[in-house]
């Protein structure tokens, strides 16, 4: 099958992909997580959250990992929200992507979510997702943008507080 539930053994491909995904990313300049970092945050999500993965001819080339969590601003609004979704290079416009984002889906409407939150990067002026959401039925609710901040607090001094 494809596209298939994450496992603990598909954490080092998956936090390898997240790698490629954060370097194609604004926050590249910024924000530079080790590879343990990133498997730890997956980690954490596949057992607070969801991760699919798409298999091709027996190697993972993409996924989608997802939480659920309130609004800030109803507390009694669940939200699937996505948290990453990638597909290798070589393998965009296949079906697997749209069927990762179909599992995600699934599941949010199996956990009672209210709504389904989908973001997709900015390569170069190009969003290549917002087509595939848009045709999924996807509008647009907010858009981030993000700034380098100046900072003086070492990393130290910052789990010291």
């Known amino acids: ?17 997240g790698l490629r995904f954060m370097g ?27 991760i699919w993965v798409a298999e091709i001819d027996g190697v993972v080339h993409g996924f989608i990992a997802c939480i ?16 990453a979704w990638w597909m290798d290079e070589d393998f965009r416009g296949r079906p ?6 179909l599992a995600f889906e699934r599941w949010a ?10 973001s997709d990067i900015v390569i170069e002026g190009n969003t290549a997702a917002a087509s595939i959401l848009e045709r999924l039925g996807y509008a647009v609710s907010e858009r981030t943008f993000f700034k380098a901040a100046s900072c003086t607090t070492t990393a130290s001094e910052r789990t010291a507080t």
Not at 1 to 17: F, G, N, Q, Y
């Open 1 to 17: 099958m494809p596209v298939r539930p994450a496992t603990t053994d598909d954490l080092d491909t998956i936090s390898d992909m």
């Open 109 to 118: 409407k199996e956990e009672k979510a209210d709504a389904v939150c989908m």
């Open 96 to 101: 697997e992507g749209v069927r990762l984002l």
């Open 24 to 50: 194609r990313t604004r926050y590249a300049a910024t924000i530079s997580p080790s590879r343990d970092e990133i498997k730890h945050a997956f980690a954490g999500i596949l057992v607070n959250g969801r």
């Open 68 to 83: 659920m969590q309130s609004a800030w601003f109803s507390p009694g609004t669940r939200i699937a929200l996505e948290a």
